[in-house]
């Protein structure tokens, strides 16, 4: 969130964690779609999962913009490392591996917590073998 406090930095503390929040909430709000596309890149054939995921997202998960956390980063490099490893999966190609371990990497990065992410890729990618049985 540095960029998001530079930007507010000239305006004073108040002002950069202001855009600090407005920021977080932004990021946090990417989730959302990225939730969507994991769903539907599992469960293909079932468009209520599609909808009920990014809603089971927003009403379970606790997304709380109160705080300035990396909560919200963890959630959205944790979903799209998901989504990149799926993709990696469904037709490999060594940009979309390379980004999915680098997506993977940075999560783990930004915050200890996100090492429950490592378990999830694992039952993900199980999942994509149950549901899609590549060729």
Not at 104 to 126: D, E, R
């Amino acid at each position: 969130m540095v960029p998001a406090y530079w930007l507010g930095h000239h305006w004073g503390v108040e002002a950069s964690l202001l855009v600090v929040r407005l920021a977080t909430v932004l990021l946090a709000l990417v989730t959302v779609p990225l939730t969507w596309l994991l769903a539907r890149r599992l469960f293909p054939r079932r468009p209520a999962v599609w909808l009920l995921a990014p809603a089971l997202l927003v009403t379970i998960s606790g997304l709380s913009f109160g705080s300035v956390t990396n909560d919200a980063l963890v959630l959205t490099l944790g979903a799209a490392a998901t989504v990149a490893t799926l993709r990696a999966l469904s037709r490999p190609d060594r940009w979309w591996t390379m980004g999915s371990g680098f997506l993977v990497g940075l999560t783990l990065v930004t915050k200890t917590s996100a090492l429950g992410l490592v378990p999830f890729l694992g039952l993900a990618v199980l999942a994509w073998l149950i549901v899609i049985r590549p060729d």
